[in-house]
């Protein structure tokens, strides 16, 4: 294939973009539309695709999925990060990332992008299936899906090898966000304030809240509330109360808090039924935003032969806070 992904900048240069701007909007949007989020590990930390193996997978994953589900492509988007989210500004880069559930778990497929064997172009690490899954970002963003949407429209494809169904069983390790591998944290945060796994506490809490709600509403179905019942017996490792900070050079770094004593707090408003949904209610507020507050979904349309990509390195998904909905125009 002579195609590869296209960065945000580019894409919105070229009008290929459509911006959604609320919740509200993105409901109507996708109402006669289909939206895809393609899920991926970055090859480079510049880039995330630089033989553009992953691109020609996603081509042959689209087609297979249009073809199997007699999907209209005319009226199909994706969200793919590179594409989909800014790329040369930090700051609005960083403040998407409170909208990362939003954006998968408003798709209606899933797709996971994984490369059969293929050495990362900076470590030399080797990247596949395997260490598609120990990315933190790969594993939040497949909880988010799983945990709106549920698994039965999510699936797994190796360099253009055909679509497998993804299982509760396979998604397992994405419940441990915080145990996964982070690209700032292997280059000791150099130049950041913060650690992405600090901008993960809030979808990630916010996605507990939703489980905690439904499940105390006996609306929980039981996949879910398995999902519901690893957290609580893993809290430590769910949520970690705090984390090591890397430093550059390989220098020990500091410890800070990420939940801290939250989950007590939870369990004590639990108690009082009451209390527990006027907390509820102010967290999703808090943590989900108002729906003309925070962005929701990046996607872009495709045509036959082509998929178009958002750049951002699969370790920062960011968007601002009163951010936009772009969804790519068909190119």
Same mark, same amino acid.
């Given at each position: 294939?002579?195609?590869?992904?296209?960065?945000?900048?580019?894409?919105?240069?070229?009008?290929?973009?459509?911006?959604?701007?609320?919740?509200?909007?993105? %409901?109507?949007?996708? %109402?006669?539309?289909?939206?895809?989020?393609?899920?991926? /590990?970055?090859?480079?930390?510049?880039?995330? &695709?630089?033989?553009?193996?992953?691109? &020609?997978?996603?081509?042959?994953?689209?087609?297979?999925?249009?073809?199997?589900?007699?999907?209209?492509?005319?009226?199909?988007?994706?969200?793919?990060?590179?594409?989909?989210?800014?790329?040369?500004?930090?700051?609005? /880069?960083?403040?998407?990332?409170?909208?990362?559930?939003?954006?998968?778990?408003?798709?209606?497929?899933?797709?996971?992008?994984? !490369?059969?064997?293929?050495?990362?172009?900076?470590?030399?690490?080797? =990247?596949?299936?395997?260490?598609? /899954?120990?990315?933190?970002?790969?594993?939040?963003?497949?909880?988010?899906?799983? =945990?709106?949407?549920?698994?039965?429209?999510?699936?797994?494809?190796?360099?253009?090898?055909?679509?497998? !169904?993804?299982?509760?069983?396979?998604?397992?390790?994405?419940?441990?966000?915080?145990?996964?591998?982070?690209?700032?944290?292997?280059?000791?945060?150099?130049?950041?304030?913060?650690?992405?796994?600090?901008?993960?506490?809030?979808?990630?809490?916010?996605?507990?809240?939703?489980?905690?709600?439904?499940?105390?509403?006996?609306?929980?179905?039981?996949?879910?509330?398995?999902?519901?019942?690893?957290?609580?017996?893993?809290?430590?490792?769910?949520?970690?109360?705090?984390?090591?900070?890397?430093?550059?050079?390989?220098?020990?770094?500091? +410890?800070?808090?990420?939940?801290?004593?939250?989950?007590?707090?939870? +369990?004590?408003?639990?108690?009082?039924?009451?209390?527990?949904?006027?907390?509820?209610?102010?967290?999703?507020?808090?943590?989900?935003?108002? &729906?003309?507050?925070?962005?929701?979904?990046?996607?872009?349309?495709?045509?036959?032969?082509?998929?178009?990509?958002?750049?951002?390195?699969?370790?920062?998904?960011? =968007?601002?806070?009163?951010?936009?909905? &772009?969804?790519?125009?068909?190119?």
């Amino acid at each position: 294939s002579s195609g590869r992904m296209v960065k945000h900048e580019d894409a919105r240069t070229k009008h290929c973009l459509i911006t959604v701007d609320t919740m509200e909007e993105l %409901k109507g949007f996708k %109402k006669g539309n289909t939206l895809i989020f393609f899920s991926h /590990q970055w090859l480079a930390w510049s880039e995330p &695709d630089p033989q553009c193996i992953q691109y &020609d997978a996603m081509v042959s994953a689209l087609k297979e999925l249009s073809e199997a589900k007699k999907l209209n492509l005319s009226s199909t988007y994706i969200w793919l990060d590179y594409t989909s989210i800014p790329q040369r500004h930090r700051g609005l /880069q960083r403040l998407s990332i409170n909208s990362l559930t939003n954006y998968s778990g408003a798709c209606d497929y899933f797709i996971i992008v994984a !490369p059969g064997q293929i050495t990362h172009a900076d470590t030399g690490l080797l =990247c596949d299936r395997g260490s598609y /899954q120990e990315r933190a970002w790969c594993r939040a963003e497949q909880l988010a899906h799983g =945990c709106r949407k549920g698994v039965e429209n999510m699936y797994l494809t190796t360099d253009g090898g055909g679509l497998e !169904p993804v299982t509760w069983d396979w998604i397992k390790p994405s419940f441990k966000i915080f145990s996964g591998r982070l690209t700032c944290c292997a280059r000791g945060h150099e130049g950041m304030e913060q650690c992405d796994k600090e901008y993960l506490v809030t979808p990630v809490l916010g996605l507990y809240c939703e489980l905690l709600a439904a499940d105390k509403a006996r609306s929980l179905p039981s996949e879910k509330k398995e999902v519901l019942d690893f957290m609580k017996e893993n809290e430590e490792e769910v949520f970690p109360p705090t984390f090591e900070f890397s430093t550059p050079g390989g220098k020990r770094g500091h +410890e800070r808090e990420l939940f801290g004593d939250i989950l007590t707090l939870l +369990e004590e408003l639990d108690l009082k039924s009451e209390d527990f949904d006027k907390y509820t209610l102010d967290q999703k507020k808090k943590i989900k935003s108002t &729906d003309s507050e925070r962005a929701s979904c990046v996607t872009s349309p495709v045509s036959d032969s082509s998929v178009e990509a958002n750049d951002h390195s699969h370790d920062h998904h960011h =968007c601002p806070q009163d951010a936009r909905i &772009d969804v790519q125009e068909q190119v």
